[in-house]
């Protein structure tokens, strides 16, 4: 099933995703601005967290998901595409407020 997800949105997130948030003037600011910290939970393989990091060097993009596998894999990814300003946490959502995030 992940494998499946993923295939269909990776397109998506690498060639959509980031002009979406471009066309909300209040969130392209805020991620162009070079200080945004982004959470994208749930982020499964991390194709929507790299491609938001990609687009917006500046901000710190952290990917969260709680299924162990799929971590090790957007990591992979990650490190294979040399991006300095994203990371993944295996954790679910109700980790969040415990983790030190806003």
């Not at 392209?28 to 982004?38: D, E, P, T, Y």
């Amino acid at each position: 099933v992940s494998e499946g997800l993923a295939r269909m949105s990776r397109t998506t997130h690498r060639e959509l995703l980031a002009g979406w948030v471009r066309a909300v003037p209040e969130a392209h600011r805020l991620l162009g601005g070079g200080r945004a910290r982004v959470l994208d939970v749930g982020c499964g393989f991390g194709e929507s967290t790299m491609a938001l990091a990609a687009a917006f060097p500046g901000a710190q993009v952290v990917g969260l998901d709680p299924d162990g596998e799929s971590v090790g894999r957007a990591r992979a990814e990650l490190a294979r595409r040399g991006l300095g300003n994203a990371r993944f946490e295996q954790m679910g959502l109700e980790d969040v407020s415990e983790a030190g995030f806003d």
